[in-house]
């Protein structure tokens, strides 16, 4: 049985990602007090449930503390426990309660909205510590559930490489264990034949690939990961997030995202997504 607990900020997408997990033949629970997934799982083992999807937050407050001990306690049964992490941008998630108009669940008429989320965030601390992050700040929808599906399909024996492109004036990942600058290379956006492309393109790889610094940028990048990717997989993780970032993540950290997923998918189970492109 594979249980997938999925958690995170009010307002990041996780009724999106549990709609998403049914759809795709789980059976799925939505605001289960954590008290009570041991005794489901013991409900639906027996029944012979294969998939099982949990969604669990601080609309039960009182018992999300509890959680990372229970988690523990069924990683050590015959039972695969997968982690996932919503999260996004305070001033993200404040738009998206002002837009729908609904409250937040930590509200008492006495916090502010971003001082309950910031209460939250310290109240989920420890489950996001172990959960695979997703930031969903600038996420529709249909990219969400996109990505939803590549974690699932993931063989979660090993490390899956993770290769994210972005752009700076849009804030850096939430979900980056790694973040490298490739700001400092020509930018094609200045081109004008260019600027309406992306780093998928030919006309702009074949202009980085032109510029001498961006090979030596490559191979730097590609050295380091290398070198300390040995380190990364004895530690057990399940994911590793790198992230590439130029000024508007369009044109050089696609280039380098999709170059890097390429060079070690002979080796490292690769997913590769583009934040601003999705």
Request: hydrophobic share 40%.
């Amino acid at each position: 049985m594979q249980l997938f607990l999925i958690s995170g900020l009010s307002g990041s997408g996780k009724s999106v990602a549990l709609k998403t997990l049914e759809d795709a033949g789980f059976y799925c629970v939505d605001n289960l007090p954590a008290e009570l997934l041991p005794g489901l799982v013991e409900q639906l083992m027996p029944a012979g449930y294969q998939n099982i999807a949990v969604s669990v937050d601080v609309r039960n407050a009182h018992s999300v503390q509890v959680l990372p001990s229970l988690l523990l306690q069924l990683m050590q049964r015959d039972l695969a426990v997968h982690v996932l992490y919503l999260d996004a941008q305070t001033d993200t998630l404040v738009k998206r309660f002002s837009e729908t108009r609904r409250l937040h669940p930590l509200s008492n008429g006495v916090r502010t909205l971003p001082e309950c989320v910031a209460y939250e965030r310290e109240l989920l601390a420890e489950i996001s510590s172990i959960g695979h992050h997703i930031d969903t700040s600038d996420l529709d929808a249909n990219a969400l559930r996109a990505w939803i599906k590549q974690f699932i399909q993931v063989d979660r024996a090993r490390l899956a490489l993770l290769f994210e492109s972005f752009g700076f004036k849009h804030g850096i990942p939430l979900d980056a264990d790694l973040v490298f600058d490739v700001r400092c290379l020509p930018n094609p956006y200045y081109n004008p034949a260019l600027r309406p492309l992306t780093g998928n393109d030919a006309a702009v790889i074949e202009f980085l690939e032109n510029t001498p610094a961006t090979q030596d940028m490559f191979e730097d990048i590609r050295n380091f990961l290398e070198r300390w990717l040995p380190c990364y997989i004895a530690d057990n993780r399940s994911y590793l997030t790198v992230a590439i970032g130029c000024t508007g993540g369009q044109h050089r950290s696609v280039y380098f995202a999709e170059k890097l997923a390429r060079y070690f998918e002979g080796q490292q189970q690769v997913l590769v997504r583009h934040r601003e492109l999705a």
